[in-house]
Structures are given as C-alpha cells and as structure tokens.
Nanobody, 123 residues
C-alpha cells in the first residue's frame, strides 16, 4: 500500500530552521505533484507549498514564500520542506501529500497523505 511518512518536526525558537522529510513507499512519485500542508489547532488545513512532478514548477503560500523551500529526491522517493526564519505562527502539524493527477492548492485533489509531524516555534 502507498504510505507517506513525515519526520523532522520538533520544538524550536523563532528564527531557527528545520528540515522536514516525507518518505514515500508503495509507488514511485517522480511524476506526481507533492505538496505540504499545515494545520494549527482550531484552524483549517492550509496550503503551504507544492512541487509539480516534472520538477519545473513550485508554488508557495504568501506566508512562507522566501522562507520555505520544497525539494525532492526522486532516487530516494522523498520530498523535503526546508524551513528558515521560523515564526511562532508557523506552529502547526505539517502534512505531506501526493497528487497523481492535476492541481496543487486544494487538499481535495491529493490522493495520499502522511500522518503529520508537529512543528512548534516558541517566541
């Protein structure tokens, strides 16, 4: 079965950096769009960033543009989220997702999801 497993979350201070990883198994995702979403307590799940399967296009939410970078290593079937200059408002559970079809911003277009990893940023 397809499985996505996030790792790398933790407790950090404002201004620190983290790198999240999402390892996929059960399929090769080289031609799939990979996305990162986050959800804070009491909030809706929101789009963070995505990378198109052909590797030529990335998308970022305005709130993270310039601070976060999405990348992938197809040989390892892994996607990364590099987070710099973290802010308390970045605190959330971060989820990776795989979309075998079209679209990137809406959670509803993604076919598979990881279990999430907690990122907490103290002020």
């Amino acid at each position: 079965q397809v499985r996505l497993v996030e790792s790398g979350g933790g407790l950090v201070r404002a201004g620190d950096s983290l790198r999240l990883s999402c390892a996929a198994s059960g399929l090769t995702f080289s031609w799939s769009t990979m996305g990162w979403f986050r959800q804070a307590p009491g909030k809706e799940r929101e789009f963070v960033t995505a990378l198109r399967g052909n590797g030529d296009t990335t998308w970022y939410a305005d709130s993270v543009r310039g601070r976060f970078t999405i990348s992938r290593d197809n040989a390892k079937n892994t996607v990364y989220l590099h987070m710099n200059s973290l802010k308390p408002e970045d605190t959330a559970v971060y989820y990776c997702a795989l979309n075998a079809g079209a679209g990137h911003r809406s959670p509803t277009v993604y076919d598979y999801w990881g279990q999430g990893t907690q990122v907490t940023v103290s002020s």
